[in-house]
T-cell receptor
């Protein structure tokens, strides 16, 4: 168990809809990362938050947004969903300081858009 | 910017064969290097890491050495098992909690009995 919790584990929704994915980081971790993993694209970095503020942005579509709340949990909002958004969405967290700030991953949310 | 290049798979080996998965990186400064493993249907787990040049990370029979002169962090295992079948990701991260992790594309390993 990595200590990172993602909900829900599975989500099936229709095109055009909006969904929210939730992530609770490991206790004390200030950094939260979101990744998308699809069969043909590998692991794509979407966005990172550090202590409530956006820190880095990757290949995140304008239809997607995220935020990190004061209690450090994070949500990834996906709107106007398309079939191509079907993928595994991973959240990861890492500690604030020190050299060994590796990322710990949750089990992922499998999103299926039909 | 930072980047990680790893060999494309899939790699298919017989049980007890020797495994090498190549990984090279480009980064400013002195990043930490990682190998993550993703078993079917699961999230990514840290397999091993090295935080400075010439460090060797090891776990579960896997090893990788941080080679600054060749900017490489190749993953090796002397004798693979069927249970090692998974996707392996090389990654780097500069120190500091606010730095993001940069991943390679992943290499799928299939070990056949």
């Amino acid at each position: 168990d990595s200590g990172v919790t993602q909900t829900p584990k599975h989500l099936i929704t229709a095109t055009g809809q909006r969904v929210t994915l939730r992530c609770s980081p490991r206790s004390g971790d200030l950094s939260v990362y979101w990744y998308q993993q699809s069969l043909d694209q590998g692991l794509q970095f979407l966005i990172q938050y550090y202590n409530g503020e956006e820190r880095a942005k990757g290949n995140i579509l304008e239809r997607f947004s995220a935020q990190q709340f004061p209690d450090l949990h994070s949500e990834l909002n996906l709107s106007s969903l398309e079939l191509g958004d079907s993928a595994l969405y991973f959240c990861a967290s890492s500690a604030a300081t020190g050299p060994n700030t590796e990322a710990f991953f949750g089990q992922g949310t499998r999103l299926t858009v039909v | 910017g930072n980047s990680v290049t790893q060999m494309e798979g899939p790699v298919t080996l017989s049980e007890e064969a020797f495994l090498t998965i190549n990984c090279t990186y480009t980064a400013t400064g002195y990043p930490s290097l990682f190998w993550y493993v993703q078993y079917p249907g699961e999230g990514l787990q840290l397999l091993l890491k090295a935080t400075k040049a010439d460090d060797k990370g090891s776990n579960k029979g896997f090893e990788a050495t941080y080679r600054k002169e060749t900017t490489s962090f190749h993953l090796e295992k002397g004798s693979v098992q069927v249970s090692d079948s998974a996707v392996y990701f090389c990654a780097l991260k500069r120190s500091g909690g606010y730095q993001k992790v940069t991943f390679g594309i992943g290499t799928k390993l299939q070990v056949i009995p």
